[in-house]
T-cell receptor, first 114, second 113 residues
Framework: GENVEQHPSTLSVQEGDSAVIKCTYSDSASNYFPWYKQELGKGPQLIIDIRSNVGEKKDQRIAVTLNKTAKHFSLHITETQPEDSAVYFCAAGGPKNTGNQFYFGTGTSLTVIP | DSGVTQTPKHLITATGQRVTLRCSPRSGDLSVYWYQQSLDQGLQFLIQYYNGEERAKGNILERFSAQQFPDLHSELNLSSLELGDSALYFC????????????FGPGTRLTVT
């Protein structure tokens, strides 16, 4: 099955700096790569996603890049703010013959220092 | 607010017991997914239902079962509970079985003592 690795496990940045979180996946059939933000005591919230026919996608301060050949994708947050502090999860998945399973990375705890 | 609701929010029970977790998907969503989140295992996919039928199975134990009802709400049944079953259980929903985007509920925190 799919194996998703995520790095780093913890990340501290100064407010206003950029943060980058990287993930690799193993299954070349995966074609959908979402990123989730999870705040303490809440469920994961979808913040951005990318499909395998696209190399980069941007939404305001958040961007995701995908390198299908190398099987890795990254989340970029620019001009970080204290409210960006949370745990971020990457996932890989996509339509399979029998479902739409996601395989999640182990999470990155991001702390933005004011 | 994702539009996915889960009850109860917290559940404390003893080993050997059985519990039922409930999930209501977003209005119009046909697919429901169940995930288990524990400290050492991260987010693990358990099972998916689409319009009442089981569509995919992940790392779901035989002691666990689920179903999706005609009104599209879903229940996850956990039986013969063990201490290691203590975790957060999340439900997610998506519009169809194959579109990708999944929206998570707030979760049920299960504590087995």
């Amino acid at each position: 099955g799919e194996n998703v690795e995520q790095h780093p496990s913890t990340l501290s940045v100064q407010e206003g700096d950029s943060a980058v979180i990287k993930c690799t996946y193993s299954d070349s059939a995966s074609n959908y790569f979402p990123w989730y933000k999870q705040e303490l005591g809440k469920g994961p919230q979808l913040i951005i996603d990318i499909r395998s026919n696209v190399g980069e996608k941007k939404d305001q301060r958040i961007a995701v890049t995908l390198n299908k050949t190398a099987k890795h994708f990254s989340l970029h947050i620019t001009e970080t703010q204290p409210e960006d502090s949370a745990v971020y999860f990457c996932a890989a998945g996509g339509p399979k013959n029998t479902g739409n399973q996601f395989y999640f990375g182990t999470g990155t705890s991001l702390t933005v220092i004011p | 607010d994702s539009g996915v609701t889960q009850t109860p929010k917290h559940l404390i029970t003893a080993t050997g017991q059985r519990v039922t977790l409930r999930c209501s998907p977003r209005s119009g969503d046909l697919s429901v997914y169940w995930y288990q989140q524990s400290l050492d295992q991260g987010l693990q996919f358990l099972i998916q239902y689409y319009n009442g039928e089981e569509r995919a199975k992940g790392n779901i134990l035989e002691r666990f079962s689920a179903q999706q009802f005609p009104d599209l709400h879903s229940e996850l049944n956990l039986s013969s509970l063990e201490l290691g079953d203590s975790a957060l259980y999340f439900c997610a929903s998506s519009a169809q079985g194959f579109t990708g985007e999944q929206y998570f509920g707030p979760g049920t925190r299960l504590t087995v003592t």
